[in-house]
């Protein structure tokens, strides 16, 4: 058990099965509005995580294929873009939800 969150930044997996339902209900008990709730790969592509690899550079270049790598880890349904979760609550505030659109 880590106690530390900041014992070896980087290395350490600090992953936790997080109970969503009864979190959103916390929130909205609360008074919050749920303003949205997502797989990380849909709230990624919908920020436009494509479209940011697309500006790293040539698709052939050591950089892209490494960018893309990471990108792949991080949207692809066998990995972490269906594992980890996006929620987001909110209370009168008018920015930009992208993300959860």
Same mark, same amino acid.
């Given at each position: 058990t880590i106690h530390?969150p900041?014992?070896?930044?980087?290395l350490?997996?600090l992953? %936790?099965?997080v109970? *969503?339902?009864?979190? %959103?209900?916390?929130? $909205?008990?609360?008074? +919050?509005? +749920?303003?949205g709730y997502l797989?990380?790969?849909? *709230?990624?592509l919908?920020?436009?995580?494509?479209? +940011?690899? @697309?500006q790293i550079?040539?698709?052939?270049? #050591?950089?892209?294929? /490494?960018?893309?790598a @990471? #990108? /792949?880890?991080?949207?692809? /349904?066998?990995?972490?873009?269906e594992?980890?979760k #996006?929620? %987001? *609550?909110?209370?009168d505030?008018?920015i930009?939800? $992208?993300? *959860?659109?």
């Amino acid at each position: 058990t880590i106690h530390n969150p900041f014992f070896n930044i980087g290395l350490t997996d600090l992953t %936790a099965h997080v109970n *969503f339902t009864d979190i %959103a209900r916390a929130g $909205t008990e609360s008074g +919050l509005d +749920l303003i949205g709730y997502l797989p990380q790969s849909y *709230f990624l592509l919908n920020l436009g995580i494509t479209d +940011l690899l @697309a500006q790293i550079g040539s698709p052939d270049s #050591v950089e892209y294929i /490494q960018a893309a790598a @990471a #990108v /792949q880890k991080l949207i692809h /349904q066998h990995e972490m873009g269906e594992l980890f979760k #996006v929620i %987001a *609550f909110g209370k009168d505030i008018d920015i930009d939800w $992208t993300g *959860f659109s």
